[in-house]
């Protein structure tokens, strides 16, 4: 069965946590803990909740505590030129690309360190999805636009935490050209 060409955006999320270990995840860890530490003061002045969880079931408004503390490692983020780490095509040559990221907040504590967890969610540019062969989806890079009559192409393997969020059918050849008779 042939499959209709979409454009999709993926998202990767990756989970950072008191027990990672990459240079880049130690800093974002830290970072991100001294960051929620001071910020989440605002909303606990008499420090009557420890845990980010507490804190946003008394007080709604901390949720903002995601935005702001993403301020903490937007640095750390734009270092990595726009490349998703550890995500590479099926060939290892080249690294998925984002457009965006958004720091999530799962969990802090005041008093206890190793409870501090939060994900960075890397979104992709739009992309061009061809096929899906197995476990693999056959892309075309966001740069080529145009029809030519052939792209570059790429294969990344579906993996946990990377998920399509956006999916949008393309129009194939045929239906351009009958919407233009119908017009």
Do not use: W
Request: glycine letters at 4%; charged letters at 20%; a negative charge.
């Amino acid at each position: 069965m042939k499959m209709q060409p979409a454009q999709i955006i993926l998202c990767f999320r990756q989970v950072i946590d008191a027990a990672s270990t990459g240079d880049l995840e130690k800093k974002i860890f830290e970072d991100s803990y001294v960051e929620f530490l001071m910020q989440s003061q605002a909303y606990n002045p008499d420090k009557q909740f420890r845990t980010f969880t507490e804190l946003k079931a008394h007080n709604p408004k901390s949720n903002s505590l995601h935005y702001k503390v993403g301020f903490a490692v937007g640095l750390y983020l734009q270092e990595l030129g726009n490349r998703i780490p550890g995500v590479t095509d099926c060939l290892g040559s080249k690294e998925l690309p984002f457009e965006l990221y958004h720091l999530e907040l799962i969990e802090s504590d005041t008093e206890d360190r190793s409870q501090h967890r939060v994900a960075v969610n890397y979104v992709t540019p739009p992309l061009t999805l061809l096929h899906i062969i197995g476990d693999r989806l056959l892309l075309v890079s966001p740069e080529q636009t145009g029809q030519p009559d052939a792209y570059d192409t790429f294969m990344v393997a579906l993996q946990p935490q990377l998920a399509i969020t956006s999916y949008k059918p393309l129009p194939q050849p045929q239906d351009v050209h009958h919407i233009a008779q119908v017009l």
